[in-house]
Protein backbone atom coordinates (compact mmCIF):
# COMPACT_ATOMS: atom_id res chain seq x y z
CA UNK A 1 0.00 0.00 0.00
CA UNK A 2 1.07 3.63 -0.11
CA UNK A 3 0.50 4.90 3.25
CA UNK A 4 1.59 3.88 6.44
CA UNK A 5 0.78 0.38 8.12
CA UNK A 6 0.53 -0.79 12.04
CA UNK A 7 -0.51 -4.22 12.94
CA UNK A 8 -1.57 -5.39 15.17
CA UNK A 9 -5.10 -3.03 14.33
CA UNK A 10 -5.88 -4.18 17.84
CA UNK A 11 -4.52 -5.48 21.21
CA UNK A 12 -5.72 -6.71 24.30
CA UNK A 13 -3.25 -8.34 26.92
CA UNK A 14 -2.74 -8.42 30.52
CA UNK A 15 -0.87 -6.76 32.89
CA UNK A 16 2.83 -7.46 32.97
CA UNK A 17 2.62 -9.14 30.12
CA UNK A 18 5.09 -7.83 27.09
CA UNK A 19 3.71 -6.40 23.80
CA UNK A 20 5.36 -6.15 20.30
CA UNK A 21 3.92 -2.97 17.93
CA UNK A 22 4.98 -2.63 14.30
CA UNK A 23 5.57 -0.09 12.31
CA UNK A 24 5.78 -0.05 7.75
CA UNK A 25 6.69 3.12 7.16
CA UNK A 26 5.48 5.03 3.81
CA UNK A 27 8.27 3.40 0.86
CA UNK A 28 11.62 5.57 0.80
CA UNK A 29 10.68 7.84 3.76
CA UNK A 30 13.79 8.14 6.06
CA UNK A 31 12.43 9.98 9.26
CA UNK A 32 9.93 7.60 11.37
CA UNK A 33 7.89 8.95 14.81
CA UNK A 34 5.74 6.97 17.36
CA UNK A 35 3.14 8.77 19.58
CA UNK A 36 0.81 8.06 21.91
CA UNK A 37 -2.93 9.00 21.84
CA UNK A 38 -4.57 8.50 24.99
CA UNK A 39 -8.48 9.07 25.31
CA UNK A 40 -9.46 12.76 25.57
CA UNK A 41 -5.69 13.86 25.26
CA UNK A 42 -3.38 15.09 22.51
CA UNK A 43 -0.88 13.04 20.58
CA UNK A 44 2.88 12.40 23.02
CA UNK A 45 5.89 12.07 21.43
CA UNK A 46 7.70 9.08 21.93
CA UNK A 47 10.37 8.64 19.84
CA UNK A 48 11.85 9.66 16.43
CA UNK A 49 13.83 7.97 14.04
CA UNK A 50 16.10 9.63 11.06
CA UNK A 51 18.05 7.42 8.80
CA UNK A 52 21.24 5.75 10.53
CA UNK A 53 21.68 8.87 12.92
CA UNK A 54 20.92 7.55 16.81
CA UNK A 55 17.22 7.73 17.59
CA UNK A 56 15.58 10.51 19.79
CA UNK A 57 14.33 8.67 22.70
CA UNK A 58 13.50 12.01 24.66
CA UNK A 59 9.86 11.50 24.63
CA UNK A 60 9.46 7.53 25.99
CA UNK A 61 7.80 7.67 28.99
CA UNK A 62 9.65 5.24 31.11
CA UNK A 63 12.45 2.57 30.62
CA UNK A 64 9.89 0.28 29.86
CA UNK A 65 9.63 1.41 26.41
CA UNK A 66 11.56 0.52 23.56
CA UNK A 67 11.86 0.59 20.08
CA UNK A 68 14.08 -0.06 17.14
CA UNK A 69 14.26 0.23 13.35
CA UNK A 70 15.67 -2.26 10.89
CA UNK A 71 17.12 -1.95 7.94
CA UNK A 72 15.89 1.99 7.74
CA UNK A 73 12.58 0.68 7.18
CA UNK A 74 10.06 -1.07 9.69
CA UNK A 75 9.61 -0.12 13.14
CA UNK A 76 8.69 -1.92 16.33
CA UNK A 77 8.16 -0.55 19.57
CA UNK A 78 7.94 -3.15 22.68
CA UNK A 79 6.47 -2.28 26.03
CA UNK A 80 7.60 -4.18 28.90
CA UNK A 81 5.65 -5.65 31.76
CA UNK A 82 3.02 -3.50 30.64
CA UNK A 83 0.71 -1.52 33.16
CA UNK A 84 -3.22 -0.02 32.94
CA UNK A 85 -1.57 3.66 31.72
CA UNK A 86 -0.22 2.33 29.06
CA UNK A 87 -4.14 1.73 27.41
CA UNK A 88 -3.69 3.87 24.56
CA UNK A 89 -3.55 4.60 20.32
CA UNK A 90 -0.05 4.07 19.53
CA UNK A 91 0.50 6.19 16.05
CA UNK A 92 3.46 6.03 13.94
CA UNK A 93 4.31 8.65 11.07
CA UNK A 94 6.71 8.62 9.23
CA UNK A 95 8.21 11.68 6.40
CA UNK A 96 10.52 12.16 3.19
CA UNK A 97 14.00 12.79 3.28
CA UNK A 98 13.17 16.64 3.05
CA UNK A 99 9.94 17.29 3.81
CA UNK A 100 8.22 18.40 7.24
CA UNK A 101 4.77 16.48 6.47
CA UNK A 102 4.18 13.46 9.06
CA UNK A 103 2.25 10.82 7.49
CA UNK A 104 0.35 8.55 10.12
CA UNK A 105 -0.52 5.25 10.14
CA UNK A 106 -4.52 4.29 11.33
CA UNK A 107 -2.48 3.21 15.08
CA UNK A 108 -2.74 0.26 17.10
CA UNK A 109 -5.20 0.52 19.88
CA UNK A 110 -3.61 -1.39 23.09
CA UNK A 111 -5.39 -2.50 25.99
CA UNK A 112 -4.18 -3.23 29.49
CA UNK A 113 -6.67 -5.49 31.14
CA UNK B 1 8.44 24.23 26.63
CA UNK B 2 6.49 24.07 23.40
CA UNK B 3 2.52 24.14 23.90
CA UNK B 4 -0.26 24.39 21.76
CA UNK B 5 -3.77 24.91 23.12
CA UNK B 6 -6.98 24.56 20.57
CA UNK B 7 -10.33 25.97 21.57
CA UNK B 8 -13.34 25.42 21.43
CA UNK B 9 -13.22 21.52 22.70
CA UNK B 10 -16.37 20.97 20.61
CA UNK B 11 -18.08 22.41 18.07
CA UNK B 12 -21.71 21.68 16.75
CA UNK B 13 -22.70 23.70 13.64
CA UNK B 14 -25.40 23.22 11.34
CA UNK B 15 -24.76 21.93 7.77
CA UNK B 16 -23.90 25.51 5.63
CA UNK B 17 -23.36 27.68 8.89
CA UNK B 18 -19.33 28.71 8.60
CA UNK B 19 -17.18 29.10 11.85
CA UNK B 20 -13.81 28.90 12.95
CA UNK B 21 -11.08 27.04 14.97
CA UNK B 22 -8.05 28.12 17.19
CA UNK B 23 -5.05 26.82 17.43
CA UNK B 24 -2.82 29.63 20.29
CA UNK B 25 0.77 28.40 20.70
CA UNK B 26 3.65 29.04 22.41
CA UNK B 27 7.05 27.86 20.66
CA UNK B 28 10.70 29.27 21.20
CA UNK B 29 11.24 29.37 17.12
CA UNK B 30 8.52 27.65 14.35
CA UNK B 31 9.30 25.52 11.97
CA UNK B 32 6.23 24.76 10.94
CA UNK B 33 2.21 24.72 12.25
CA UNK B 34 0.15 21.90 10.77
CA UNK B 35 -3.68 21.18 10.85
CA UNK B 36 -4.51 17.48 10.95
CA UNK B 37 -8.21 16.07 10.16
CA UNK B 38 -8.30 12.56 12.71
CA UNK B 39 -11.54 10.68 12.17
CA UNK B 40 -13.04 8.36 14.66
CA UNK B 41 -10.79 5.14 15.06
CA UNK B 42 -8.10 6.55 12.17
CA UNK B 43 -4.87 8.55 12.21
CA UNK B 44 -4.42 12.07 11.85
CA UNK B 45 -4.89 12.94 7.96
CA UNK B 46 -2.87 15.60 6.68
CA UNK B 47 -4.69 19.06 6.23
CA UNK B 48 -2.23 22.09 5.86
CA UNK B 49 1.17 23.11 6.85
CA UNK B 50 1.87 27.09 7.31
CA UNK B 51 5.70 28.52 7.96
CA UNK B 52 5.21 32.13 8.47
CA UNK B 53 2.92 34.42 9.96
CA UNK B 54 0.25 35.95 7.15
CA UNK B 55 0.42 32.82 5.52
CA UNK B 56 -2.75 31.03 4.08
CA UNK B 57 -3.78 27.86 2.84
CA UNK B 58 -7.28 26.46 1.44
CA UNK B 59 -8.43 23.26 0.92
CA UNK B 60 -11.90 22.84 -0.50
CA UNK B 61 -14.52 24.26 2.20
CA UNK B 62 -11.24 24.53 4.74
CA UNK B 63 -8.80 27.37 5.04
CA UNK B 64 -5.96 27.75 7.44
CA UNK B 65 -4.26 31.36 8.49
CA UNK B 66 -1.65 31.86 10.62
CA UNK B 67 -0.26 34.71 12.98
CA UNK B 68 2.90 35.06 15.77
CA UNK B 69 0.55 33.61 18.08
CA UNK B 70 -2.24 31.71 16.88
CA UNK B 71 -4.10 29.49 13.81
CA UNK B 72 -7.14 29.63 12.56
CA UNK B 73 -9.12 26.94 10.69
CA UNK B 74 -11.83 28.62 8.60
CA UNK B 75 -14.88 25.93 7.66
CA UNK B 76 -17.12 27.43 5.30
CA UNK B 77 -20.41 26.49 4.55
CA UNK B 78 -19.54 22.74 6.02
CA UNK B 79 -21.06 19.43 5.53
CA UNK B 80 -22.16 16.74 7.45
CA UNK B 81 -18.46 15.27 6.08
CA UNK B 82 -16.64 17.36 7.79
CA UNK B 83 -17.44 16.16 11.15
CA UNK B 84 -14.29 15.00 12.61
CA UNK B 85 -11.38 15.96 15.10
CA UNK B 86 -9.43 18.90 14.03
CA UNK B 87 -5.82 18.35 15.04
CA UNK B 88 -3.38 21.50 15.05
CA UNK B 89 0.73 20.96 16.20
CA UNK B 90 3.48 22.60 16.25
CA UNK B 91 6.95 21.65 15.18
CA UNK B 92 10.12 23.62 16.56
CA UNK B 93 12.92 25.13 14.56
CA UNK B 94 16.48 23.66 15.51
CA UNK B 95 16.94 19.64 15.35
CA UNK B 96 13.75 18.66 17.32
CA UNK B 97 11.57 17.02 14.23
CA UNK B 98 8.48 15.93 16.54
CA UNK B 99 5.39 17.77 17.07
CA UNK B 100 3.75 18.98 19.77
CA UNK B 101 0.13 18.38 19.48
CA UNK B 102 -3.08 20.55 21.07
CA UNK B 103 -5.83 18.20 22.46
CA UNK B 104 -8.20 19.11 19.57
CA UNK B 105 -11.49 20.75 18.32
CA UNK B 106 -14.27 18.18 17.82
CA UNK B 107 -16.71 19.31 14.72
CA UNK B 108 -19.99 18.16 14.34
CA UNK B 109 -21.88 19.37 11.21
CA UNK B 110 -25.82 19.01 11.41
CA UNK B 111 -27.53 18.21 8.30
Known amino acids: GAGVSQSPSNKVTEKGKDVELRCDPISGHTALYWYRQSLGQGLEFLIY????????KSGLPSDRFSAERTGGSVSTLTIQRTQQEDSAVYLC???????????FGPGTRLLVL | EDQVTQSPEALRLQEGESSSLNCSYTVSGLRGLFWYRQDPGKGPEFLFT???AGEEKEKERLKATLTKKESFLHITAPKPEDSATYLC????????????FGSGTQLTVLP
Open chain 2, 50 to 52: LYS
Open chain 1, 49 to 56: FQGNSAPD
Open chain 1, 93 to 103: ASTALRGETQY
Open chain 2, 89 to 100: AVQPSGSARQLT
